[in-house]
């Protein structure tokens, strides 16, 4: 697969990951040559339909799997020390140190009977077995302190459920970075929050990551949540990543069907108020028997434009090839200094004019 970047840039690396389940009813492909780069001070955004494998990577990068019923090969490095099929006791030292993670549902993450301020302290403490309690607890109150909880010292002896929504959110991001990692996946962190409280966890991870030069991914389905703090936008489907390019590359001049059904779902403020949205028909595939050639071909509108190839033919990530992409493309992520990658039968000639009449037939200025 064509390089983002320099590895040598990068914090974190994965080279053709592939992750397979074991179950009763066959082994389900949850992901399948999957590579990508990232570097500290940046963000990837990973974006797909839930099912595509955007949680399974995160988690195979964090070696969370369950190793009896899960199989994963491929390239895993995090500031150059080789993940996969490293002892789980190293890993286990690398989690929360090198590499944290904000889970998508605080409340199930933290423990109901321990108070906030103790599990802060004692992820704290795993990785400085020297710290007494006191020197932790003051730790703890000074990072739930710097994620803007009111009266930390307080809250400290506080439980999760005494929390709202926004504030669980903040201690889960709290008890990520207390170890100061360099890599942090944030699994979709303002899901079921509303608007304004979204926004402020969006420029907490900002204003942390400037702080603590962090590489970060981010796990979500929300478009806007990309535009606003990504980098670089990967987009996973079946398992597979289909496009992959800086965010004005992704989200102004996407090149694969996928993409442009995703843009075409989501509402703009800039475009026809009476003209309806045009939604991906049909549903994601199933990750035990996906399609044979392109796993998008059943749901594409363009899948007969090229004979049989997107039945029969798995289509690699090539550059996009796009006339139309020059200019800033090179300046906006580091996808654009080598490239913007698309898995598509379609010629990019194609590509551009079926994109443009996608536009039109919704009424949506990008």
Known sequence: MPAQRS????????????????????????????????????????VGESGSGKSVTSLAILGLH?????????????GGRQLVGLPDEEVRRLRGRDMAMIFQDPLSALHPY????????????????????????????????????????????????????GMRQRVM?????????????????TTALDVTVQAQILDLLA??????????????HDLGVVGQVADEVLVMYGGRAVEHGSVEQVLRQPQHPY???????????????????????GNPPSLINLPSGCAFHPRCRYADRNGDRSRTEVPELRPAGSAGETGSAGETGSAGADGHLVACHLAADERAALYAEDIASVGVAR
Not at 133 to 142: S, W
Not at 207 to 220: G, M, N, P, R
Not at 260 to 278: F, N, Q, T
Request: proline share 5%; glycine share 6%; no cysteine.
């Open 66 to 78: 369950d190793a009896k019923r899960t199989t994963v090969t491929g390239e895993i490095s995090v």
């Open 173 to 189: 991001i709290a008890m990520a970075l207390v170890n100061d990692p360099a890599l942090l996946i944030a699994d979709e962190p």
């Open 207 to 220: 204003d942390l990551q400037a702080e603590f030069h962090s590489a970060i991914i981010l796990i979500t």
């Open 114 to 165: 321990y108070t906030v301020g103790r599990q802060i302290a004692e992820a704290y403490r795993v990785h400085h077995p020297k710290v007494g309690r006191r020197e932790a607890r003051h730790r703890a109150v000074d990072m739930l302190d710097r994620v803007g909880i009111p009266q930390p010292a307080r809250r400290f002896d506080q439980y999760p459920h005494e929390f709202s929504g």
């Open 259 to 281: 993409t442009w059904g995703l843009l075409s779902s989501v509402p703009s403020l800039h475009g026809d108020a009476e003209a309806d949205l045009l939604p991906i028909r």
């Open 7 to 46: 590895d040598s840039d990068a914090y974190l690396r994965v080279s053709d990951l592939r992750v397979r389940f074991d179950t009763e009813d066959g082994v389900v492909r949850a992901v399948d040559g999957v590579s990508f780069a990232v570097e500290r001070g940046r963000t990837l955004g990973i």
